[in-house]
């Protein structure tokens, strides 16, 4: 296993590249199940989630090619199988994004159950009963979903999703997409990466209408398959946040690039709050020092409201603030695993329920563990405003959703080695 050594009190300057969209690569690359052709896919993060997701199709059957760091090469007619394993599953619970597309192509599928999660037990009912609407029998055998279409494939329906489910959605669009007949989805998720699957879906040959509002209809295509050859992944809007996050608690001057300023409104909105300015232009934001970061209030919501995956950042940067911030987690029950290894640093948070209430304090280096994806990169962002030296240790949660982070820390001027433990 490997940790992070990162030297405090830093300074950051300079500019720094924004990668592909992990969660927008997910489904995208699940897509490719529906498709007649062989599919390139290009701006893809090199992190271990997409290795992993793409590994799912290859032990599928599909032909699958990486052919640099950032593109692949993805041909799902050899499919022969449509059984996802558990060893799979277990190491990233968006496998299950192949049972919509793999039902909606074979009519049938078996998907190891993801079980509990670091930030919560997160379940998959809404998946299913949408599913089931659609006319798709479900068991659960052995610890797997084993989910079949009636003969003649999945019928179209009218489903109203009793929550708003990111990937659920994108599940949901892609089985309806080769349906028979249309299905109406309502409180559908309208996160970018939702749209960006709905839009290529749209462009390959299924109509699909209200792309970017919470109701979808979705014309499906009685089982023929998408004209799809080449799909470009979006920027990752969390992972710019997140180095604007890094520029916020140094207090430093930087910019992001190949990024998607219209992605980021809520996030943007709440830098201001605190203090800090910007120039923005179509693929780039510059964050400007605030003279004083101020304490800010956050409630994580859907989009376009404040991300639950810049939850733990902000938090971070709530740590060094002056005064007291108040963040409200209102998606997921167990998303504070950062607090404690937080508080290890020296920072003030006080935790009832889903509030935390954080007040400015000075952070002195530590020995930290990462706990979850967006909890690590807050362990990060505190080490390099900390006093002294602070290890983050199980970065293996950092692989999976950022492309290099210690490179690219690392060329804005920040000091951190990747080191193995003893
Ligand atoms: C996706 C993102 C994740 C992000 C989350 C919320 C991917 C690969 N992951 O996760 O980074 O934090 O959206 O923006 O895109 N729920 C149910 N039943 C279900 C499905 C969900 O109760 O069948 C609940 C969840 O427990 C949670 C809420 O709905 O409380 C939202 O979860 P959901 O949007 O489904 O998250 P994911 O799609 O798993």
Do not use: W
Not at 129 to 150: D, F, R, S
Not at 275 to 302: C, L, S
Not at 397 to 407: A, F, I, K, S, V
């Amino acid at each position: 296993m490997q940790y992070l050594k990162i030297e405090g009190e830093a300074k950051l300057s300079g500019e720094v590249k924004i990668s592909g969209a992990k969660n927008a690569a997910l489904p995208l690359i699940a897509l490719t199940i529906l498709s007649k052709h062989s599919v390139k896919i290009t701006n893809l993060p090199d992190v271990t989630d997409i290795k992993t997701l793409i590994t799912l199709l290859s032990n599928l059957g599909a032909k699958t090619e990486l052919l640099n760091a950032h593109e692949a090469q993805i041909d799902t007619n050899s499919i022969n199988s449509t059984k996802a394993n558990y060893d799979i599953v277990r190491k990233m619970r968006a496998s299950i994004l192949v049972l919509g597309p793999l039902l909606s192509r074979y009519g049938h599928c078996e998907v190891s159950l993801p079980g509990g999660c670091a930030i919560g037990a997160r379940p998959i009912d809404l998946h299913l009963n949408a599913l089931e609407k659609m006319g798709a029998k479900i068991e659960i055998k052995q610890g797997y979903v084993v989910v079949t279409a009636p003969k003649g494939g999945l019928k179209g329906a009218n489903i109203s999703f009793d929550k708003i489910t990111v990937t659920g959605t994108e599940n949901i669009v892609m089985a309806a997409a080769l349906a028979n007949g249309t299905t109406r989805l309502l409180n559908a998720a309208k996160e970018p990466e939702v749209t960006a699957l709905c839009e290529i879906i749209n462009a390959s040959g299924v109509k699909i209408e209200g792309i970017g509002t919470d109701e979808l209809i979705i014309h499906g295509s009685g089982g023929k398959l998408l004209e799809l050859e080449h799909i470009q992944v979006i920027p990752d809007r969390i992972e710019a946040g997140t180095y604007l996050c890094a520029g916020a608690i140094t207090n430093s001057k930087i910019t992001i690039t190949n990024c998607e300023p219209k992605h980021l409104g809520s996030v943007l909105a709440k830098f201001e709050d605190m203090g800090f300015g910007f120039d923005i232009n179509e693929d780039k934001i510059t964050i400007k020092p605030a003279k004083q970061i101020k304490a800010v209030e956050i409630i994580t919501t859907e989009y376009p409201g404040f991300p639950t995956d810049m939850q733990a950042q902000f938090m971070a940067v709530a740590c060094v603030a002056k005064g007291t911030s108040v963040i409200d987690e209102r998606l997921f029950e167990n998303r504070f695993m950062h607090v404690s290894e937080l508080l290890r640093m020296g920072a003030e948070i006080k935790l009832n329920g889903h509030i935390a209430t954080v007040t400015g304090a000075n952070l002195t280096g530590a020995d930290v563990m990462a706990t979850d994806l967006r909890a690590s990169s807050a362990l990060v962002l505190a080490a390099l405003v900390a006093k002294g030296q602070t290890s983050v240790h199980r970065i293996y949660h950092l692989d999976r959703g950022y492309e290099n982070l210690e490179g690219k820390l690392t060329s804005l001027g920040a000091k951190i080695q990747r080191l193995d433990e003893k």
